[in-house]
Structure formats: structure tokens, C-alpha cells
């Protein structure tokens, strides 16, 4: 079994940064892809990034240029680094984590953290 605490969530102003960490624990050998969804009020859960053990990264649209995301693997962590921050990424974000390639729905999932951004 793998657990997931995020950390970092919070408000800022628009055009602002903020930095989000999940630290893995448990059966973290299983891991590969780890990453980062969020989910607005209304709205379906989206793709902000995921990083395999690898390196390899992929972003949603709506961020690309303007989040990274990085891992240690050391410290068996991942962090997502947000810049330019819009309104429009106002969400719940959550850190996933599975031992496959992908995150899919019965992927390990953290409990969420809120990002507000103010205009």
C-alpha cells in the first residue's frame, strides 16, 4: 500500500506562485508515475502534470509553460511548481501516484489540497 500527503496548497493573488509537494510513503518501491490533477467546483477532474520514475513528464494544456513538476526520488517526493498563476486554476489539487504507467481512477490519491487564486 502507498500513501500520499500533500502539502503547499493556499491563496494567492493572480500572477502569483505557489509550490506543492506530495510525499509518498509505504510500499513506495511500486511506484512509477506520480503526478498532479485538480477539480474545480462544476468541473471534471484534468491532467495538471505526472513524471515517471524515469523522468519523463507530461502537462495538461491549460499549464504548459507555466507549472513544473520534479521529483526526488530519494525522498520519494514530488513537487509542483506553479507560476503565473490565473484565476482559472482555482481547484482542489491531488497527488496521484501508480505502478503502471499511467494514473487511472483506482490509482492512489492523496486527500487534496486547495489552491485559490484571487483576480
Known amino acids: 500500500q502507498v500513501q500520499l500527503v500533500e502539502s503547499g496548497g493556499g491563496l494567492v493573488q493572480a500572477g502569483g506562485s505557489l509550490r506543492l509537494s506530495c510525499a509518498a510513503s509505504?510500499?513506495?518501491?511500486?511506484?512509477?508515475?506520480m503526478g498532479w490533477y485538480r477539480q474545480a467546483p462544476g468541473k471534471q477532474r484534468e491532467l495538471v502534470a505526472t513524471?515517471?520514475?524515469?523522468?519523463?513528464?507530461n502537462y495538461g494544456d491549460s499549464v504548459k509553460g507555466r507549472f513544473t513538476i520534479s521529483r526526488d526520488n530519494a525522498k520519494d517526493t514530488v513537487i509542483l511548481q506553479m507560476n503565473s498563476l490565473k484565476p482559472e486554476d482555482t481547484a482542489v489539487y491531488y497527488c496521484?501516484?501508480?505502478?503502471?504507467?499511467?494514473?487511472?481512477?483506482?490509482?492512489?490519491w492523496g486527500q487534496g489540497t486547495q489552491v485559490t487564486v484571487s483576480p
Open positions: 509505504g510500499s513506495i518501491f511500486r511506484i512509477n508515475v
Open positions: 513524471i515517471t520514475k524515469d523522468g519523463h513528464t
Open positions: 496521484a501516484a501508480d505502478s503502471w504507467s499511467a494514473i487511472e481512477d483506482d490509482s492512489t
